[in-house]
């Protein structure tokens, strides 16, 4: 009775893991103080270009942030072609001031950057990111981090 119940159990716990990502990495802000100019950068390797992917960017701040939003300016090079540039808004307070995402007093939420993307070759891909405030030095950011899993849609 007891190898039953743990040969169910062991079934179980393999079959409700989830699927693991591509690609996940966080960086450390330097001093917890973005500086104006530094850029972080996410490097990984694409092969299957058949199935669509989910990018996510994990913003990591705490109390210290004086703002609501993160505006991020955000390249992609690819492995074929010319670089692509975007720019990012990411809510991360309410309008009274109350933080999104979970945590106490560190918090983390995710951005979703690029849902269902289908990446058009195979190769290194490179996704950097500085951040777009009018701050010489920002404040309260402690990490930031980008996820690359195929979509589960």
């Known amino acids: 009775m ?3 119940f743990f040969v169910i159990l ?3 716990l393999f079959f409700s893991c989830e699927q693991t990502a591509l690609y996940e990495q966080y960086q450390a802000i330097d001093n917890i103080t973005w500086e104006k100019n530094k850029e972080y950068y996410f490097t990984f390797q694409i092969e299957d270009t058949s199935v669509p992917y989910d990018l996510t960017l994990e913003i990591r701040n705490n109390n210290l942030y004086p703002y609501q939003n993160l505006w991020l ?3 992609e090079e ?3 072609g010319p ?6 808004e990411c809510l991360l307070a309410d309008e009274f001031g109350k933080w999104y995402g979970k945590g106490i ?3 983390q939420m995710s951005f979703p950057i690029r849902k269902q993307y289908r990446f058009p070759h195979s190769g290194q891909y490179t996704f950097s990111f ?6 010489d030095l920002l ?3 402690q990490e930031i981090g980008f996820r690359v899993e195929k979509s589960k849609e």
Do not use: E, H, V, W
């Open 139 to 141: 404040k309260g950011i």
């Open 73 to 75: 300016f955000c390249n």
């Open 10 to 12: 062991s079934c179980s």
């Open 130 to 135: 500085r951040q777009g405030m009018r701050n």
């Open 2 to 4: 007891l190898k039953k």
């Open 78 to 80: 690819r492995p074929i």
């Open 83 to 88: 670089l692509q540039r975007d720019t990012i």
């Open 105 to 107: 007093s560190l918090y």
